[in-house]
């Protein structure tokens, strides 16, 4: 079973569950799945599912922030629960030290000395570590290392 199969069969334990949260969450997923394949017209493979769940934990941390500088704690809490939902679908995290000794070889192939070959790093980095680190931490811990 790949991994939109299995969002959809949650889906629908959710509501057996009467989980209205979750089911909803997911069903919003879900539509941002059609919408790339409408325009795209491609069949998603698991990683293309796994790019869009992404980008939306990304959407939704951007909303939480700017719910929670307007003190609105209601939205807050129901962004928080869709990223929670996600991060489920997605692969495991690597830890900072994973990351740091990740970058320090990523550093030493494209042969980066100063913070001025952030963007070598970053191109490798983004194609290598995919999936495992976001790309805002990457950058940072980039850009500590050659700074």
Do not use: H, W
């Amino acid at each position: 079973m790949n991994l939109r199969e299995t969002i959809n069969q949650d889906i629908k334990n959710a509501m057996k569950a009467k989980e209205t949260k979750k089911r909803d969450a997911l069903r919003l997923l879900t539509s941002a799945f059609k919408q790339v394949e409408v325009d795209e017209r491609k069949e998603l493979t698991d990683e293309d599912v796994i790019k869009i769940i992404q980008t939306q934990v990304k959407r939704r941390n951007d909303s939480a922030s700017q719910y929670k500088d307007a003190g609105r704690d209601d939205l807050l809490q129901i962004e928080l629960d869709e990223i929670a939902f996600y991060t489920t679908y997605l692969p495991a995290q690597i830890n900072d030290e994973e990351l740091s000794i990740a970058l320090k070889e990523i550093i030493s192939k494209v042969g980066a000395v100063t913070i001025k070959d952030i963007g070598k790093v970053m191109g490798m980095a983004s194609k290598e570590l995919s999936g495992k680190a976001d790309g805002k931490r990457i950058n940072e811990c980039a850009k500590s290392l050659l700074g």
